[in-house]
Protein backbone atom coordinates (compact mmCIF):
# COMPACT_ATOMS: atom_id res chain seq x y z
CA UNK A 1 0.00 0.00 0.00
CA UNK A 2 1.26 3.81 -1.17
CA UNK A 3 1.36 6.25 1.75
CA UNK A 4 0.46 9.79 0.93
CA UNK A 5 3.03 12.55 2.17
CA UNK A 6 0.88 15.64 2.66
CA UNK A 7 2.76 19.06 3.29
CA UNK A 8 0.95 22.24 5.15
CA UNK A 9 1.24 24.99 2.70
CA UNK A 10 0.24 28.70 2.16
CA UNK A 11 0.90 31.80 -0.10
CA UNK A 12 4.05 33.52 -0.50
CA UNK A 13 2.23 36.14 1.88
CA UNK A 14 1.37 33.97 4.38
CA UNK A 15 4.62 32.31 4.49
CA UNK A 16 5.95 35.76 5.44
CA UNK A 17 3.89 35.77 8.82
CA UNK A 18 4.91 32.38 9.45
CA UNK A 19 7.57 30.93 11.75
CA UNK A 20 7.57 27.00 10.85
CA UNK A 21 9.09 24.79 13.69
CA UNK A 22 13.12 23.71 12.95
CA UNK A 23 13.86 21.63 9.85
CA UNK A 24 9.97 21.77 9.11
CA UNK A 25 9.13 21.97 5.72
CA UNK A 26 6.05 23.52 4.22
CA UNK A 27 4.71 24.35 0.60
CA UNK A 28 4.38 28.20 -0.75
CA UNK A 29 1.79 27.80 -3.64
CA UNK A 30 2.37 31.12 -5.26
CA UNK A 31 5.71 30.15 -6.03
CA UNK A 32 5.53 26.10 -6.24
CA UNK A 33 8.37 25.41 -4.38
CA UNK A 34 9.63 23.76 -0.83
CA UNK A 35 10.39 26.45 2.19
CA UNK A 36 12.55 25.20 4.93
CA UNK A 37 12.02 26.37 8.61
CA UNK A 38 14.48 27.14 11.56
CA UNK A 39 12.03 27.87 14.13
CA UNK A 40 12.99 31.70 14.57
CA UNK A 41 12.90 32.91 10.60
CA UNK A 42 9.70 33.91 9.97
CA UNK A 43 9.16 33.30 6.01
CA UNK A 44 11.56 30.38 6.06
CA UNK A 45 13.97 30.16 3.49
CA UNK A 46 12.29 29.22 0.08
CA UNK A 47 14.25 26.77 -2.42
CA UNK A 48 15.36 27.88 -5.88
CA UNK A 49 13.17 27.01 -8.61
CA UNK A 50 13.87 27.17 -12.06
CA UNK A 51 12.23 30.52 -12.47
CA UNK A 52 14.52 32.01 -10.02
CA UNK A 53 17.56 31.15 -11.49
CA UNK A 54 17.13 31.71 -15.21
CA UNK A 55 16.94 28.38 -16.28
CA UNK A 56 15.59 27.97 -20.16
CA UNK A 57 14.15 24.39 -20.85
CA UNK A 58 15.14 24.24 -24.51
CA UNK A 59 12.88 22.27 -27.37
CA UNK A 60 14.20 22.44 -30.17
CA UNK A 61 12.04 21.94 -33.32
CA UNK A 62 12.43 22.78 -37.11
CA UNK A 63 16.04 22.46 -38.67
CA UNK A 64 18.21 24.27 -36.43
CA UNK A 65 18.88 27.31 -38.74
CA UNK A 66 16.99 29.85 -36.45
CA UNK A 67 19.02 29.00 -33.33
CA UNK A 68 21.43 31.60 -31.82
CA UNK A 69 23.08 32.32 -28.45
CA UNK A 70 24.90 29.12 -28.89
CA UNK A 71 28.43 29.34 -27.86
CA UNK A 72 30.32 27.22 -30.18
CA UNK A 73 32.01 26.55 -33.21
CA UNK A 74 30.10 23.94 -34.37
CA UNK A 75 27.19 23.75 -36.82
CA UNK A 76 23.95 22.96 -35.32
CA UNK A 77 22.01 20.19 -36.50
CA UNK A 78 18.96 19.40 -35.69
CA UNK A 79 18.91 15.24 -36.05
CA UNK A 80 14.78 13.99 -36.40
CA UNK A 81 15.61 10.47 -37.96
CA UNK A 82 16.80 7.39 -36.55
CA UNK A 83 19.72 7.10 -37.89
CA UNK A 84 22.88 9.78 -39.29
CA UNK A 85 26.44 9.68 -40.18
CA UNK A 86 28.04 12.36 -38.38
CA UNK A 87 30.78 14.88 -39.90
CA UNK A 88 33.50 16.72 -37.97
CA UNK A 89 32.78 20.22 -37.00
CA UNK A 90 28.88 19.33 -36.02
CA UNK A 91 26.95 19.49 -32.62
CA UNK A 92 24.19 17.05 -33.44
CA UNK A 93 20.67 17.37 -31.36
CA UNK A 94 18.94 14.62 -31.15
CA UNK A 95 14.96 15.70 -31.77
CA UNK A 96 13.10 12.16 -32.93
CA UNK A 97 10.38 10.52 -30.81
CA UNK A 98 12.36 7.45 -31.42
CA UNK A 99 15.90 6.30 -30.60
CA UNK A 100 18.53 7.70 -32.97
CA UNK A 101 21.91 6.11 -33.92
CA UNK A 102 24.99 8.83 -35.03
CA UNK A 103 27.25 7.11 -36.49
CA UNK A 104 30.64 8.72 -36.17
CA UNK A 105 33.11 9.53 -39.22
CA UNK A 106 34.94 6.75 -40.85
CA UNK A 107 37.63 8.91 -41.67
CA UNK A 108 38.38 11.31 -39.50
CA UNK A 109 41.63 13.58 -38.59
CA UNK A 110 43.52 13.97 -35.63
CA UNK A 111 41.35 16.95 -33.27
CA UNK A 112 37.76 16.29 -35.36
CA UNK A 113 35.31 17.10 -32.65
CA UNK A 114 31.69 16.33 -32.82
CA UNK A 115 29.17 17.00 -30.06
CA UNK A 116 25.87 15.30 -29.23
CA UNK A 117 22.59 16.26 -27.49
CA UNK A 118 20.02 14.15 -26.64
CA UNK A 119 17.31 16.32 -26.40
CA UNK A 120 14.48 13.47 -27.24
CA UNK A 121 15.08 12.46 -23.65
CA UNK A 122 15.93 9.12 -24.39
CA UNK A 123 18.43 6.80 -22.89
CA UNK A 124 18.53 4.24 -26.19
CA UNK A 125 20.51 6.44 -28.34
CA UNK A 126 23.18 5.18 -29.92
CA UNK A 127 27.06 6.53 -31.01
CA UNK A 128 28.33 4.21 -33.66
CA UNK A 129 32.27 4.06 -33.99
CA UNK A 130 32.20 3.10 -37.79
CA UNK A 131 35.33 0.93 -37.29
CA UNK A 132 37.09 3.23 -35.32
CA UNK A 133 37.89 2.95 -31.53
CA UNK A 134 35.72 4.54 -29.31
CA UNK A 135 37.02 5.86 -25.11
CA UNK A 136 34.22 4.48 -22.79
CA UNK A 137 36.24 4.53 -19.94
CA UNK A 138 38.30 6.48 -17.28
CA UNK A 139 41.42 5.04 -18.67
CA UNK A 140 41.54 6.00 -21.89
CA UNK A 141 41.44 2.72 -23.68
CA UNK A 142 39.37 2.59 -26.70
CA UNK A 143 37.37 -0.05 -27.58
CA UNK A 144 36.08 -1.64 -30.61
CA UNK A 145 32.09 -1.46 -29.65
CA UNK A 146 29.32 0.96 -29.97
CA UNK A 147 28.48 2.93 -27.24
CA UNK A 148 24.87 3.52 -25.74
CA UNK A 149 24.21 7.25 -24.88
CA UNK A 150 22.28 6.61 -22.30
CA UNK A 151 22.67 9.97 -20.09
CA UNK A 152 20.11 12.04 -21.96
CA UNK A 153 20.46 15.41 -20.33
CA UNK A 154 24.38 15.93 -20.73
CA UNK A 155 25.86 16.61 -24.12
CA UNK A 156 28.67 14.32 -25.29
CA UNK A 157 32.10 15.80 -26.95
CA UNK A 158 33.92 13.09 -28.50
CA UNK A 159 37.16 14.53 -30.56
CA UNK A 160 39.46 12.17 -32.16
CA UNK A 161 42.85 12.02 -31.06
CA UNK A 162 45.50 9.10 -31.15
CA UNK A 163 43.26 7.09 -33.40
CA UNK A 164 40.69 7.09 -30.56
CA UNK A 165 37.15 9.19 -30.39
CA UNK A 166 37.84 10.32 -26.81
CA UNK A 167 34.76 11.75 -24.56
CA UNK A 168 36.03 15.58 -23.22
Partial sequence: MSKL?????GTTAEHATFTGAL???TVDTTKDTLVVHDGATAG????????DIGVTVLSPTGDGSGLTGISSTLTVVVVTTTA?????????????VAATTLTLPAAP????????SAQNGLATN??????QL???DAAGAGLAEDMTYDLPKVTLTLKFSNNIWRLI
Avoid: C, K
Fill in 126 to 131: IIARNS
Fill in 84 to 96: LTAAAGNHYILTN
Fill in 23 to 25: REV
Fill in 44 to 51: GFPLLSDA
Fill in 5 to 9: LQLRG
Fill in 109 to 116: SSGDTVMV
Fill in 134 to 136: LQV
